[in-house]
């Protein structure tokens, strides 16, 4: 039970805070690989990419859809907990968090660790920041 309550979560969240929402709130919450810069501010930059995007105005604004996407994924995944399992507000927090470190995990590894197995990649000029698909 707890692994396909996990595989709904991810789905539900991918489909909520990766699709619909940034489609509705007119954001762009993919992760731009910075490459550039000291290891402290790429590493703090893939930290807050969860937490913050660029929308369709080209301009960095809060990563509402994300955020929201996390938020729903939480509450929807309440419905499917065993009733034991059930503390709303600590099940939807908990989701929620988690699926924010997950994002921030999985680019700090973009990051620091698939560019080094796609050394054939072009490289980027610092005007087009090149955009690394999850």
Not at 32 to 61: E, V
Request: net charge positive.
């Amino acid at each position: 039970m707890r692994n396909g309550a996990a595989y709904a979560n991810v789905i539900s969240g991918t489909f909520i805070g990766s699709a619909i929402l940034p489609s509705l709130l007119k954001q762009d919450p993919r992760y731009f690989y910075k490459g550039t810069g000291n290891t402290r501010s790429r590493f703090l930059y893939a930290l807050a990419s969860p937490l913050i995007c660029k929308g369709d105005n080209k301009r960095w604004q809060p990563n509402y859809s994300g955020i929201l996407g996390s938020f729903a994924t939480g509450g929807i995944s309440y419905s499917y907990y065993p009733a034991g399992d059930r503390n709303a507000t600590q099940l939807v927090l908990q989701n929620t968090l988690i699926r924010i470190g997950e994002s921030a995990l999985s680019n700090v590894l973009q990051e620091f660790v698939v560019r080094k197995f796609t050394p054939r990649l072009q490289h980027h000029s610092p005007d087009r920041p090149e955009t690394v698909s999850r």
